[in-house]
């Protein structure tokens, strides 16, 4: 898909989406990343010299946001704080970003005349069970009203597993650490997750793009367990791992993750939406609306597994970016 016209914002921008859509779109009229951390904006910029850092945050008063925001067409809200467990100890400033800032992006959209807002979610929005997917469900439901205030703005949602080897996830971290022989300490083996490719990742942006106002689009991607994936990342079975390991739970975990269930979604539109491993667009429940009637669990019968190979080279992919 080639965005050549389009004037692009994106918050969080020299984070993992950032780079991703950066290196896949050099055709865009004009790139701005927005982020708090200046030495990452510099490496950005070092990469892609065309690109225009802004160096500031999503909670600041959102006439100043609109203010970045003036001359873009499409907007990418990625910024948020995401690790479960930093946001179970600091639910304050996890609401700040992730709830705050996701107000302040939207009401600067709309003053700036932004054409699209797309929201980058995640799976733990759904049914959550710690402070990150409480924050992101309200992010939603904020992004969700907002295309409801009769602005030009199309707002939309993209809903997203874990992104393999992203910034900040656990799969590197690990990685280096086993370079590095050193012990490890990992969460529990056998709980799963959903996990998405950096290609996948990227599709599902510039699908969601695409979306009539109000819409969030879910991918049904494939799960493994964490034992494959931490595996994956460090070229051996945990238990033959001779530098040690030690499992623990963190606070906020959950055993697996759900991307949709039957309680919040409606009728499927489009069929266009349905080519990336049964990704669909849906509605957000309301009044007078029927369930889809299904659920899509990590756990249970994904489209498809993961495999320790699989993930290995996903890896591999993340790195070059």
Aim: glycine share 8%; hydrophobic share 45%; with cysteine.
């Amino acid at each position: 898909m080639a965005f050549r016209d389009e004037r692009v914002f994106i918050t969080g921008g020299a984070g993992f989406i950032g780079r991703v859509w950066t290196r896949a779109h050099p055709e865009v009229r004009t790139l701005t990343i927005l982020g708090r951390d200046e030495a990452r904006l510099l490496q950005a910029k070092a990469k892609a010299p065309w690109i225009h850092t802004v160096r500031s945050d999503v909670t600041v008063d959102h006439s100043i946001l609109a203010q970045y925001l003036n001359g873009h067409n499409l907007l990418i809200h990625a910024a948020a704080t995401k690790h479960v467990d930093r946001c179970e100890y600091a639910p304050l400033d996890s609401v700040r970003i992730n709830v705050d800032g996701t107000r302040n992006m939207a009401l600067a959209a709309i003053e700036a005349g932004v054409e699209v807002a797309l929201l980058i979610s995640t799976d733990k929005a759904v049914f959550p069970a710690n402070v990150y997917g409480a924050t992101k469900m309200l992010a939603e439901r904020i992004w969700h009203e907002a295309s409801t205030w009769g602005s030009r703005t199309r707002f939309v949602v993209c809903r997203y597993g874990n992104v393999i080897a992203s910034t900040g996830s656990v799969l590197p971290k690990v990685r280096a650490q086993a370079r590095a022989g050193l012990p490890l300490t990992v969460t529990n083996p056998g709980m799963t997750r959903f996990w998405l490719s950096p290609q996948d990742a990227l599709d599902l942006v510039d699908m969601a793009i695409t979306l009539p106002n109000g819409l969030v689009l879910v991918p049904q991607p494939g799960a493994s367990t964490i034992r494959t994936a931490l595996e994956a990342a460090i070229g051996c079975g945990l238990d033959d791992y001779i530098h040690g390991v030690t499992y623990i739970t963190r606070p906020g975990e959950k055993d697996s993750e759900l991307m949709f269930t039957d309680a919040e979604h409606v009728a499927a539109v489009g069929a266009e939406y349905r080519d990336l491993r049964g990704a669909f667009a849906f509605e957000p429940l309301g009044a007078g609306r029927e369930s889809l009637g299904l659920t899509y669990a990590s756990s249970a019968d994904p489209q498809f597994w993961w495999t320790r190979e699989a993930i290995a080279d996903a890896i591999a992919e993340a790195e070059l970016i």
